[in-house]
């Protein structure tokens, strides 16, 4: 049978209402609205990162493009170019002048086609570098949003964790009030329960959890010495008697 004095027992209410203020404390913590928008922000930055690569790929596969364009353009322009100077030296028959300006002639078709393809490749490559550009605002955007809801969540955070301070303060107070073997019983029964510890019990009615007793239960609370620890048979909470209100 455990024993403790009245008064111990009755701090315990105390130590239970500080440790059901820390517990909400805590829920208020992990439940910041701010987290929602954090994740929020966190999946699409994800997202984002993914566009990038893909964007950043496309630039690159399209800027070989037009690399590769720009060379054959200007192959065929010089070779065109060889041919029209021998033409002007004039240091070449006849024959192979007609030879010359024939291919000239192809040359300067095939040149326009070339041109054509470099000009289609440019166009795609200034739309590819828009799209990363386009991203990179976007990422700076959502990195704004996140430093501004990181420091109101940090904020936050502050507040409740110096309520939290305060509580454990005032919580080490009134334990070192308490009978050690008392608050370690009744800790143990919070683990237990989840949180839950010590229920002030006005000879029938609970305050803190509605509980059932049976009569008999209820007769032998009622005839336990004042010192006695009485637990709840079907709960395993402490029951702190008090006087009716």
């Known amino acids: 049978m455990t024993t403790a004095p009245v ?3 009755r701090r315990l209410l105390d130590i239970q209402a500080l440790d059901t203020r820390a517990a ?3 829920h208020q913590r992990r439940s910041l609205p701010v987290h929602a928008a954090l994740a929020e922000l966190d999946g699409r930055a994800e997202d984002l990162a993914r566009a990038q690569r893909e964007a950043r790929t496309v630039v690159s596969d399209v800027r070989r493009e037009v690399t590769k364009a720009e060379t054959d353009v200007a192959q065929v322009r010089d070779r065109a170019a060889r041919h ?3 033409l002007d030296e004039g240091t070449v028959s006849a024959k192979e002048a007609q ?3 024939h291919e000239v002639e192809q040359l300067a078709r095939r040149q326009g ?3 054509e393809i470099e000009l289609e490749a440019m166009e795609r490559l200034e ?3 828009g799209r990363v550009a386009e991203l990179a605002a976007q990422e700076a955007a959502i990195a704004t949003d996140v430093a501004r809801h990181t420091a109101e969540r940090d904020t936050a955070y502050a507040e409740l964790d110096a309520q939290l301070a305060e509580v454990q303060a005032e919580r080490e107070k009134v334990a070192a009030q308490i009978d050690a073997a008392l608050l370690t019983m009744y800790d143990r029964v919070r683990s237990r329960t989840g949180g ?3 229920v002030a019990l006005y000879g029938s009615r609970t305050e803190g959890a509605q509980l059932d007793f049976s009569l008999t239960e209820l007769e032998a609370i009622h005839a336990a010495p004042p010192e006695q620890v009485v637990v709840a048979e079907d709960y395993g909470y402490i029951l702190v008697r008090m006087a009716e209100k």
């Open 7 to 9: 008064a111990d027992q």
């Open 24 to 26: 909400r404390l805590n």
């Open 84 to 86: 029209q100077k021998r």
């Open 99 to 101: 030879a010359l300006q």
């Open 113 to 115: 086609v070339l041109e």
């Open 127 to 129: 739309e590819a570098e």
């Open 196 to 198: 839950l510890g010590a």
